[in-house]
């Protein structure tokens, strides 16, 4: 198998990450508290035995946490999140990866050992989706590109992991539900996080 993990992530500017945290704490401590998820997911994979690609949403930093001996790094492509993360899983897979799983750098509980069971859980399953609590996810994995899992989705709202569910029935396919952790999106995350006590 060939594997690789695709990391969504954003150019650290204010009132470009963490806008829904922002509106409460403020767009300097917004960026900081992206940094320390930055910190947490490079912490994550840093050592995963696959191939590991970043995309950035503006622009390619070629000095940041992202080491270049560990991460190549490309630029996402697209309108909206669907279509931008459609566009890297096509991409991806046509350079001859046959398992991929992308992820953002929301999620501070996230380990390298649940990365790696989601890719485990491509042996048997058409899909692994790590569900987040506030009805997104996490993680998606997959072994085929399947465009319709990032079409019609109403992006960032709770609907997001039911409807991904529902067109998993809609296409029969198979899928593994990894734990049920916590994204970060606004204050009431951040309170409720492993960072707010750091």
Excluded at 58 to 69: G, L
Excluded at 117 to 122: C, G, H, K
Excluded at 162 to 172: E, I, R, V
Aim: hydrophobic share 40%; proline share 3%.
């Amino acid at each position: 198998m060939k594997p690789a993990l695709i990391i969504f992530a954003r150019n650290p500017e204010a009132g470009d990450v963490k806008t829904r945290l922002a509106a409460t704490i403020g767009n300097h401590a917004a960026i900081a508290v992206y940094h320390q998820l930055v910190h947490c997911t490079v912490s994550a994979t840093h050592h995963l035995p696959v191939d590991k690609i970043v995309f950035y949403s503006n622009y390619i930093q070629q000095e940041d946490k992202w080491d270049n001996r560990y991460y190549t790094k490309e630029l996402q492509q697209g309108i909206d999140l669907g279509e931008r993360m459609k566009n890297a899983f096509a991409s991806t897979f046509q350079k001859g990866y046959d398992q991929l799983a992308i992820i953002g750098t929301d999620c501070p509980d996230l380990t390298a050992e649940i990365i790696m069971d989601a890719f485990a859980a491509l042996q048997s399953n058409d899909l692994a989706i790590g569900p987040a609590e506030d009805g997104g996810y996490y993680l998606l994995a997959m072994n085929n590109l399947h465009k319709e899992l990032f079409e019609g989705i109403k992006w960032s709202t709770n609907t997001v992991l039911n409807d991904t569910l529902g067109k998993c029935a809609t296409l029969q396919l198979s899928h593994n539900l990894l734990p049920l952790l916590n994204d970060i999106d606004d204050e009431q995350d951040l309170r409720a996080s492993k960072l707010y006590n750091q």
